[in-house]
């Protein structure tokens, strides 16, 4: 069964280092979203993106956020300069219409010292 | 701002048992909800999509109900089982128009089932 890929699953650095966090959606979706829960919380809804660009983001997405489909195949989500509020588990989600049916990877914990 | 709350926040049963999960959102205009279980430290498993249109829907021992107009819906869990141990989500998203909506979530309700 097609499922969302998450790399790393977890990664570890440094306050105020950049850090890529790397998604493969299922491949014939076309909505691709990012989410973040910080340990105890609600998952939060962070950005979407279609036709390669940003759909939707919340207001948590600022400008230390970036997201980008860099190939056919793989969604990234960027943190310019860490925080340690930054620290929180990463979900990737990929949904087809007309369902939108949204299906998530096994996450990224993201921990920042 | 569209709210999603579940009660209750946690729950322990016997094994066999049929149990019912709650959830309620604030803003009635949705475009589909969604269940989902989440193991711990865990991705979140979707188990359930309702459209905004449907009433319920059902997949094996799982039933869900939607009631739109009042804001809430019911995940019905039949003879229970201790693999059902989990944390059940309830998310909602709200047509804008563009597609990629994203989902709002509530807290959960994290389920034991005793063998």
């Known amino acids: 069964e097609p499922e969302v890929t998450q790399t790393p699953s977890h990664q570890v650095t440094q306050m105020g280092q950049e850090v890529i966090l790397r998604c493969v959606p299922i491949?014939?979706?076309?909505?691709f979203y990012w989410y973040r829960q910080i340990l105890g919380q609600k998952v939060e809804f962070l950005v979407s993106?279609?036709?390669?660009?940003?759909?939707?983001k919340s207001e948590i997405f600022d400008d230390q956020f970036s997201v980008e489909r860099p190939d056919g195949s793989n969604f990234t989500l960027k943190i310019r300069s860490t925080k340690l509020e930054d620290s929180a588990m990463y979900f990737c989600?990929?949904?087809?219409?007309?369902?939108?049916?949204?299906?998530f990877g096994a996450g990224t914990r993201l921990s920042v010292l | 701002k569209q709210e999603v709350t579940q009660i209750p926040a946690a729950l322990s049963v016997p094994e066999g048992e049929n149990l019912v999960l709650n959830c309620s959102f604030t803003?009635?205009?949705?475009?589909?909800l969604q269940w989902f279980r989440q193991d711990p430290g865990k991705g979140l498993t979707s188990l359930l999509l309702?459209?905004?249109?449907?009433r319920e829907q059902t997949s094996g021992r799982l039933n869900a109900s939607l009631d739109k107009s009042s804001g809430r819906s019911t995940l019905y869990i039949a003879a229970s089982q201790p693999g059902d141990s989990a944390t059940y989500l309830c998310?909602?998203?709200?047509?804008?128009?563009?597609?990629?909506?994203?989902?709002?979530f509530g807290k959960g309700t994290h389920l034991i089932i005793q063998p």
């Open positions: 993106f279609y036709n390669n660009e940003i759909s939707e």
């Open positions: 309702i459209q905004s249109s449907q």
């Open positions: 998310a909602v998203t709200t047509y804008s128009g563009g597609g990629a909506d994203g989902l709002t």
């Open positions: 803003d009635s205009a949705i475009y589909n």
């Open positions: 989600a990929s949904s087809v219409l007309p369902k939108n049916i949204q299906y």
């Open positions: 491949s014939n979706h076309l909505y």
